[in-house]
């Protein structure tokens, strides 16, 4: 697969919200291993912190993961975070399973300041109902966010 492309002209550095979306390799179902996947939310919180964003909601569905990210300095630079998480997250997978955990490359959105980022955080938390594999948001392990608690982003904002 190719890297999508991103916007020209846009440096992605700075106080930016993004939604972003990136594969697993194959399309695998590498997530229905919750294990595996509460440990890749681990490194990817930490991942963020490091790179300067807050992750405002995510959810990792068995083939692919859902970011809505916040830089917080005006180092704050999304390609090199998502290419740290995807790193840091996917070499123990690499090392056990001897296959890679994610496709190259990602999708993302620049929200403007007026996208409704609450809209979008429940939007993305409520991936698992809308595929059918949970009748609510919350009994789903692998979503969530680093700012509010899984009630507030379903229950509060509407």
């Known amino acids: 697969m190719s890297r999508?492309?991103?916007?020209?002209?846009?440096?992605?550095?700075?106080p930016y919200r993004y939604f972003v979306t990136f594969c697993t390799f194959d399309r695998g179902?590498?997530?229905?291993?919750?294990?595996?996947?509460?440990?890749?939310?681990?490194?990817f919180l930490r991942t963020s912190r490091r790179w300067k964003f807050v992750i405002l909601a995510y959810c990792l569905m068995p083939d692919h993961a859902h970011l809505l990210v916040e830089g917080t300095a005006d180092s704050s630079d999304l390609r090199r975070l998502i290419k740290s998480a995807k790193q840091s997250s996917g070499q123990r997978h690499a090392a056990t399973r001897q296959r890679p955990l994610w496709q190259e490359g990602f999708h993302d959105r620049v929200l403007r300041p007026?996208?409704?980022?609450?809209?979008?955080?429940?939007y993305i938390?409520?991936?698992?109902?809308?595929?059918?594999?949970v009748r609510s948001a919350l009994d789903y392990p692998l979503s969530?966010?680093?700012?509010?608690?899984m009630e507030e982003l379903i229950d509060s904002f509407w």
């Open 29 to 43: 179902a590498p997530f229905s291993d919750v294990a595996l996947g509460r440990s890749v939310v681990r490194q």
């Open 144 to 149: 969530g966010s680093d700012v509010w608690t």
């Open 4 to 14: 999508p492309p991103r916007i020209e002209g846009f440096s992605y550095v700075g």
């Open 114 to 122: 007026d996208d409704d980022v609450k809209r979008i955080a429940r």
């Open 125 to 133: 938390v409520e991936n698992p109902v809308r595929a059918g594999l």
